[in-house]
């Protein structure tokens, strides 16, 4: 198999990358024209993969369209255990039926970006949950207790008296041993996975491997513009999102993301995305234009482009000409009062009566228009109403007949 040259890729593979250990050893890996054995390990602690997934994704895709061999390890024995980084408290421990139920569902929706048939799906119980306990002693012996506190979040926490379990300790380790079972050449993650990513280097070494290749990419912020994307925080745009849903979130997010977003999740070239940098700061554009560009290159990656503008045309009639969107959900009752939380319950779209109590609290529930305030409002049924739920989510309220 012929490879392009090794400079080439280099530059390729630079693009967008936050830390990068090491250039030049990778460069030398890629001057032996074979497939380097490329790994990214996720942990199916959430069924849904979201846009910040998508970024490190990406990367591995641009591997993989250079010709290497990509290995996608699905965590779900280290799922079991819980990746501390970032954390302030312990992570709850996932029970075995959960983490199946969710690394399902990760395989197939990192196929939406990755091509199935050149990615090598590997679950990392098949070597670690083999391991005995003399394994694991023999393991851990090889990181000390005080490289292991050299880690941000680990030593912010000892310093404030709260909890690590020795089982986080386990973690980095256990993660650095899915790369000696490959024997990775190179590891992706983002930013927040550095220190994982550098135990994988260590771990190897003392296995008798050279170590990998370390890339992290950046994190990207959610719709609130100020937290990283997460499941946990509610400002996440999930790969299964509907086009309409994930056109709508992606307008709401803030300016100052869309050119963050356009360099780590379109492939816009590089002068286009600088040429609309440049033209938002000097007010020569309208950011929504730009945002509306991001919205369609977007839905179109993981749906199509006929998606995307009926999207985009959904969108303007919505928010911008103030029209209903089409083929709004019907919801029949009997005619009546109704408590506005028994009503919402009815359509089924919420996990529990208290997220749709917090709902109502923070104005996200219109009613013909009018907000509703209070959970304990009732509303009357006697013909046909709208109900809105947050700024997409319409439903047609009729009476049975």
Known sequence: MS???????????????????SEKELLEKLKEKRPLRIKLGVDPSRPDLHLGHAVVLRKLKEFQDLGHHIILII?????????????????PILSEAEVKQNAHTYAEQAFKILDKEKTEIRFNDEWLGNMKFADVINLSAKYTVARMLERDDFSKRLKEGIPISVSEFLYPLAQAYDSVAIEADVELGGTDQLFNLLVGRKIQEEYGQKPQIVITMPIIEGTDGNLKMSKSYGNYIAFNDEPNEMYGKIMSIPDTLIIKYMRLLTDIPENEI????????DGK??????????????????????????AEENFVKVFRKKELPENIPEV????GEY??????????????????KRTIVQGG???DN???????????????????????????IKVKS
């Not at 409002?377 to 109403?385: G, K, M, S």
């Open 75 to 91: 965590g779900d024995f280290t799922a079991r255990i819980g990746d501390p980084s970032g954390r302030n408290s312990t992570r």
């Open 332 to 335: 029949e009752l009997s005619p």
């Open 339 to 356: 408590n506005i939380v028994d009503l919402i319950d009815r359509i089924n779209i919420f996990s529990s009566r208290s997220e749709i």
């Open 274 to 281: 600088t040429d609309y940098e440049k033209m938002i700061k």
């Open 365 to 367: 529930v219109y009613f």
């Open 285 to 310: 554009i309208n950011p929504r234009d730009v945002k509306m560009k991001l919205a369609r290159e977007i839905v179109s990656f993981f749906y199509n482009e006929e998606e995307a503008l009926k």
């Open 3 to 21: 490879f392009l040259d090794p400079e080439k890729q280099i530059e390729i593979i630079k693009r967008n990358v936050v830390d990068f250990v």
């Open 370 to 396: 009018n907000r509703i305030n209070n959970f304990k409002d009732n509303v009357i049924i006697d013909n046909e109403h709208i109900l809105r739920i947050g700024k997409r989510r319409f439903f047609k």
